[in-house]
């Protein structure tokens, strides 16, 4: 099994719709990340949580939001979905337990609002 | 602040010749680097990653990158390109104080031809 799981793989949605995306891990890490990947601007960090009770803004949170439930679930909303919303989403988690915290990444979720 | 530039938005090389995708960086601190690859609708991958000590770091699938401090670079290379290296990679950079958060590059794809 996959050690960063992503749900949904793909989503379709309208413009004002909430969602959510979650992602799950089993490698026992501290720290969650969520990414936003558009082409041509590679990743860009939207919120990470360096344990259950920190959650910090990344360099593009608005419109986002983010929720902990566990040390394994990192989940993230959108609350109001516009079409620039339009993107390939990832979750990474990374070790503590490393100098330098070598991140690992879920499969995606790709996600289209009309 | 952090930043990494990766010098080409694409890349085309014919089977077995050399893969060259360059990446420079900028960084106040001593930096962690990292290539990831990413495969048509696959999540991002570890290549290889330089933390200290051997400037000369190898990875899977026979890629190699070198740490060069004078030249702020961590070029990637392999010798011999093979159909299978057809993807996208990023570099990506982190350390001081983005201690645990990576910063990406806009990423290459690499196209190889028969």
């Known amino acids: 099994d996959a050690d960063v799981t992503q749900t949904p793989r793909n989503r379709i949605t309208k413009t004002g719709k909430r969602i959510m995306l979650e992602c799950s891990q089993t490698?026992?890490?501290?720290?969650m990340y969520w990414y936003r990947q558009d082409p041509g601007l590679g990743l860009r960090l939207i919120y990470y949580?360096?344990?259950?009770?920190?959650?910090n803004k990344g360099e593009i949170s608005d419109g986002y939001s983010v929720s902990r439930q566990a040390q394994a679930k990192f989940s993230l909303s959108l609350e109001s979905a516009i079409p620039n919303q339009t993107a390939l989403y990832f979750c990474?988690?990374?070790?503590?337990?490393?100098?330098?915290?070598?991140?690992?990444f879920g499969p995606g979720t790709r996600l289209l609002v009309l | 602040a952090q930043s990494v530039t990766q010098l080409g938005s694409h890349v085309s090389v014919s089977e077995g010749a050399l893969v060259l995708l360059r990446c420079n960086y900028s960084?106040?601190?001593?930096?962690?680097l990292f290539w990831y690859v990413q495969y048509p609708n696959q999540g991002l991958q570890l290549l290889l990653k330089?933390?200290?000590?051997?400037?000369l770091v190898k990875g899977i699938n026979g890629f190699e990158a070198e740490f060069k401090k004078s030249e702020t670079s961590f070029h990637l290379t392999k010798p011999s390109a093979h159909m299978s290296d057809a993807a996208e990679y990023f570099c990506?950079?982190?350390?001081?104080?983005?201690?645990?958060?990576?910063?990406f590059g806009q990423g290459t794809i690499l196209t190889v031809h028969p």
């Open positions: 330089y933390t200290t000590g051997a400037t």
């Open positions: 490698k026992g890490h501290d720290r």
């Open positions: 990474a988690t990374s070790d503590l337990q490393t100098p330098e915290e070598t991140q690992y």
């Open positions: 949580s360096f344990d259950v009770k920190d959650i």
């Open positions: 960084s106040s601190v001593p930096p962690y």
């Open positions: 990506a950079v982190s350390g001081g104080t983005s201690y645990g958060k990576l910063t």
